[in-house]
């Protein structure tokens, strides 16, 4: 029984080092989509063979959290097969080989449920980007320096699929700056690299979008589709948008000097 104990321990604990990862690498400026496939990618040592892994090997401080993740995962498939193996080859009676499977297929079940939940995602998220903030810097410091990043604000990439939003539109017809997102540059699928792209560059599936904004407007700019949903989450960012730029120019209107 404690082997299984022992397992579930370890599960539990793959999960929370996998999300600190996938965390930490959209702090390098990673979305959020792509930083959990290659931070789960990495630990479990499956499918880290993708056109987006090169983005993750040439920077030096993905390239660091991936390499603790290989090397974790090693230690933690190791230990979760060394468990499960004692927990169903030690001898025992019929009645509690099944208490074991059932003990075993109910805790990785509420696991699951854990992990896919999303209160308890975006709190344990909150949680660890405010560690992660506080004991580590990981953050890309020259972005910062030179762009002033603080609060919300942030630099991040955006892989363009067929199915996105954004797929086939030019920058003029995406209006992403009404949305206070701004597109720094776009590597193209066969690596060219257009740096202050113009309104009328397109936008095209397989597309890396380099882009500045705040954090919770990119991540929902990474997950719209296209569809009339996909519509109407851009017109409802539009409006949020203007209400944050009318709310920074009565903050800013209150600390200029009144004039004598």
Do not use: C
């Amino acid at each position: 029984m404690l082997a299984i104990v022992s397992l579930l321990v370890i599960v539990a604990v793959s999960i929370i080092i996998t999300r600190i990862a996938a965390i930490a690498l959209v702090h390098t400026g990673l979305s959020q989509q792509i930083a959990r496939f290659q931070a789960r990618s990495a630990f479990t040592g499956a499918g880290f063979t993708t056109s987006e892994s090169e983005r993750v090997v040439r920077h030096p401080v993905r390239r660091r959290i991936v390499l603790l993740l290989m090397l974790l995962g090693n230690v933690g498939i190791v230990s979760a097969v060394s468990s499960l193996m004692l927990s169903f080859v030690t001898p025992g009676d019929r009645s509690l080989l099944m208490l074991k499977v059932v003990l075993l297929v109910a805790g990785l079940v509420a696991l699951w449920a854990i992990a896919s939940s999303q209160w308890v995602d975006k709190r344990l998220s909150h949680l660890i980007d405010r560690a992660l903030k506080r004991y580590t810097r990981l953050e890309v410091r020259d972005f910062a320096s030179v762009l002033h990043l603080a609060g919300e604000y942030r630099i991040a990439e955006l892989y363009v699929e067929d199915h996105d939003w954004l797929a086939n539109k030019s920058l003029l017809e995406s209006r992403l700056r009404e949305e206070g997102i701004v597109v720094l540059g776009i590597t193209r699928a066969d690596s060219t690299y257009l740096g202050v792209p113009k309104g009328t560059t397109p936008v095209l599936p397989e597309d890396t979008l380099l882009v500045y904004g705040q954090a919770s407007a990119l991540e929902a700019l990474d997950e719209r589709r296209a569809s009339l949903s996909g519509e109407l989450e851009h017109r409802k960012a539009v409006v949020e948008q203007q209400k944050i730029v009318e709310a920074e120019q009565r903050a800013d209107k209150a600390t200029q000097p009144k004039p004598r």
